[in-house]
Every structure is written in C-alpha cells, then in structure tokens.
C-alpha cells in the first residue's frame, strides 16, 4: 500500500473513489420544476417589474438559496424559462389541406393564449421586452422557433401539394398565420373568442395565403 494507493503485480495503482455529491450538492428537479412554476404564478400576480426573488421562494415553498442556486437574477430565471418555450414546440397539423392545418393550428395556439396564467404573463413580457433587449431576444427566439416554425412547415406542406403559386411570398404568408390569433389574444384580449372564429379565421387566412 502506497500512501493510500493500493497495487499489486499486474494492476496499475487504484486511487480511493470520489464519493458523488449527495444533499445539499444535487439540484433536486421536484424544486427547479416548483421554483418555475412558481415564476409563472409571480409573474401573472404581480409582473416582472415587481417581481422579486423572494416572492417566487415564498411561492415555490423554498429558501432564497434555493433559487439563487439554480439562477443567478430573477432576469437570468425569466430568460430560461422564455428561453425553453422554444423548444417545447407545438404540434405540427398534417391533415393534407392548409385551412384545415391552420384551424388545428389556432386551435392548440388560442387555448395555450386563453390560459390565465399565459394572458397575463406573456402581455407583461412583451412590454417588459420593449425595455429590456435580453428579454427581448428571449422572447423573439421563443416565438421564432415555436410558433413560426411550426407555421413554416405547414406552408412548405401547402406549396408541395401545390395549394400555393410558384414563387409567393413567404415572409408575408407567416405573418397571415401568426399575425391576427396573436392580435386578437394578446393585444385585443378578450375573454371568449366568437363563435366560429377560429373556422372563419382559418378559411380567411388560407385563402389569402393562396392569393400571394
């Protein structure tokens, strides 16, 4: 034995094994996942500008250090949480015909809008986004690699069935997706969407898209 070493004939020397971290040491995921939930509910209760560390401990049932741990500014904690809205996705709607890929669309989108928590949260940031360019990044890579994504597919679907002209106009054909849902949900809000909206808006939208 060597110093602690252990060797015999045929084996190289064996160091003593680092024990894992145990405890304190391990981010625990039931708390990260309470601590983001409990982000959403601060942020819909008070908003970002009076949103503080200790409001989401308090919430989420933990000690500041809980949170501090895991991010090092309540902007560090918001741009994650933003920042993984990306890569959730949604569903990408396959049904062979773009007014019915679009009515599916709107409909997953304006239930995730309509949810209390989501029309509180998302208003506040986008105006917290005009002051704030990280935030601002955050929530234009969200909403570029989730909403949009999933509407470009759907338009490159439409053109390889050939539903669209040769040659349109991309750039406008997804601010047609994306544009009226988001207008009506966030910036109008109101509580219940018309009956027969979402069908109209979808029948609307897909022919307008047809005509670029």
Do not use: C
């Not at 094994?17 to 601060?42: H, K, Q, S, Y």
């Not at 390889?160 to 054909?173: I, K, M, Q, S």
Request: charged share 25%.
């Amino acid at each position: 034995m060597l110093g602690g070493m252990t060797t015999n004939a045929d084996e190289q020397p064996t160091r003593p094994r680092r024990r894992a971290p145990a405890g304190a040491a391990v981010l625990r995921e039931d708390v990260t996942e309470a601590i983001r939930a409990a982000v959403f509910e601060e942020l819909a209760a008070v908003g970002y500008a009076r949103m503080s560390i200790e409001g989401i401990a308090r919430r989420a049932g933990v000690g500041k250090t809980a949170v501090y741990r895991r991010w090092r500014s309540k902007l560090h904690l918001v741009l994650d949480i933003v920042s993984a809205l990306a890569v959730q996705g949604l569903p990408v709607p396959d049904t062979g015909s773009l007014e019915q890929d679009l009515r599916l669309l709107y409909e997953v989108t304006s239930r995730a809008l309509r949810h209390p928590v989501a029309s509180q949260v998302i208003p506040d940031l986008l105006a917290e986004a005009a002051r704030n360019p990280d935030i601002d990044q955050a929530m234009q890579k969200a909403l570029r690699e989730g909403q949009e994504s999933v509407a470009l597919r759907i338009l490159k679907a439409a053109a390889a069935r050939g539903e669209l002209r040769p040659g349109y106009a991309e750039d406008v054909a997804l601010d047609l997706v994306s544009g009226p849902l988001y207008w009506r949900s966030v910036v109008i809000r109101g509580e219940k969407l018309p009956k027969g909206y979402l069908t109209a808006l979808a029948r609307a939208t897909a022919e307008g898209i047809k005509a670029l």
